[in-house]
């Protein structure tokens, strides 16, 4: 347990908010360059929402190597905590049923990219 807390949860929410700001780097200059439409926007970005999450759920649990459910759900709670946190503080509102279940649908991508992380092969050192 104090792995997961110390290293793993730190690991898969810092690669959860360094893919975000890659993304929306990649958004803004698609946005810029080329005629986008809104209705593609959102679909792209809940599209690359659930993907990011998954993966860093993904990662959180290679990294740990056991209980890959506990760790990406723990990595996804986190994230979404954090976004439910800055949304209370900075927009002055809080969360509205349909952001519910969107954040439900992060965490679950978590979740199940933490399984399917901790089944991922791993490298064998030889000696």
């Known amino acids: 347990?104090?792995?997961l807390l110390s290293g793993v949860l730190g690991y898969g929410v810092g690669s959860i908010f360094i893919l975000m700001i890659v993304?929306?780097?990649?958004?803004a200059v698609l946005l810029?360059?080329?005629?986008m439409e809104y209705e593609t926007l959102n679909q792209l970005a809940l599209v690359a929402g659930i993907s990011i999450l998954a993966?860093?759920?993904?990662?959180?649990a290679y990294k740990g190597e056991q209980k890959g459910w506990l760790s990406g759900g723990m990595t996804g709670l986190i994230f979404v905590?954090?976004?439910i946190l800055f949304q209370v503080i900075f927009?002055?509102?809080?969360?509205?049923?349909?952001?519910?279940?969107y954040?439900?649908?992060?965490?679950?991508?978590?979740?199940?990219?933490?399984?399917i992380g901790?089944?991922?092969?791993?490298?064998?050192v030889k000696r």
């Open 1 to 3: 347990m104090k792995k």
């Open 23 to 27: 993304f929306a780097g990649v958004l």
């Open 32 to 35: 810029r360059f080329t005629g």
């Open 55 to 60: 993966i860093g759920g993904m990662l959180a």
């Open 81 to 83: 905590s954090a976004m």
């Open 91 to 101: 927009e002055n509102s809080w969360v509205s049923l349909p952001q519910l279940s």
């Open 103 to 115: 954040f439900g649908g992060l965490v679950l991508a978590a979740w199940l990219g933490g399984m």
């Open 118 to 124: 901790v089944n991922l092969p791993r490298k064998t």
